[in-house]
């Protein structure tokens, strides 16, 4: 007869606004799946141990009134952060460059000539014709003293110049060997 007082005993204890009831999901919804419920006075949040011991109550760490990581950062500082973590700055410094170029080298220079490439101190540089590739070779040193004052001393050894990219004159079964039509281009 005890097991058919206790629906009963629970019906008696239900309120009608519904409070027990949340209050119920709510405990169950705390506590760990396949663990069982924690006992009043004994756990993580009391102030004692397993064993009755007092154990320092660990509170989260909060940014209070003092600056820290977790508070918003201006965007400046963490894109600073970002690219340093993940080693973009020297690549960054190359865009840079080569986005300015026509500052660096010179309004003229810079509308004949584009940089392509640089790796290993070796700056790939492509003209428009023959006329300005030698220009342009005849300017390296300036321009390479020019380059590492922007990107750092030794970033650029030396300027390979290239000409324009120009169609090729061999097609065809019977075609010359030879020089072919030399400078049409430039």
């Known amino acids: 007869m005890a097991e058919e007082e206790r629906p009963d005993d629970a019906a008696a204890q239900r309120r009608d606004d519904g409070l027990d009831l949340a209050r119920a999901a709510a405990r169950a919804a705390a506590r760990i799946p396949g663990q069982p419920a924690r006992r009043k006075g004994s756990g993580k949040g009391s102030g004692t141990g397993s064993n009755g011991e007092f154990r320092r109550r660990v509170r989260p760490r909060s940014s209070g009134a003092h600056p820290d990581d977790r508070d918003p950062q201006l965007l400046g500082s963490a894109l600073d952060r970002l690219v ?13 460059v080569f986005a300015r170029w026509s500052e660096l080298v010179g309004a003229e220079v810079g509308a004949h000539c584009t940089p392509e490439t640089l790796t290993e101190g070796k700056l790939v540089v492509r003209t428009d014709s023959t006329a300005w590739a030698t220009q342009l070779r005849m300017l390296a040193p300036t321009v390479v003293r020019r380059l590492n004052e ?27 060997r030879g020089r072919g039509p030399r400078d049409t281009y430039g």
Not at 154 to 174: D, F, H, M, Q, Y
Request: negative net charge; aromatic residues 8%; hydrophobic residues 40%.
């Open 150 to 176: 922007e990107l750092g001393d030794g970033t650029v050894a030396i300027i390979e110049v290239l000409g324009p990219n120009l169609p090729s004159w061999k097609k065809g079964l019977r075609s010359t």
């Open 84 to 96: 340093t973590n993940h080693g973009w700055a020297f690549d960054l410094q190359v865009q840079g």
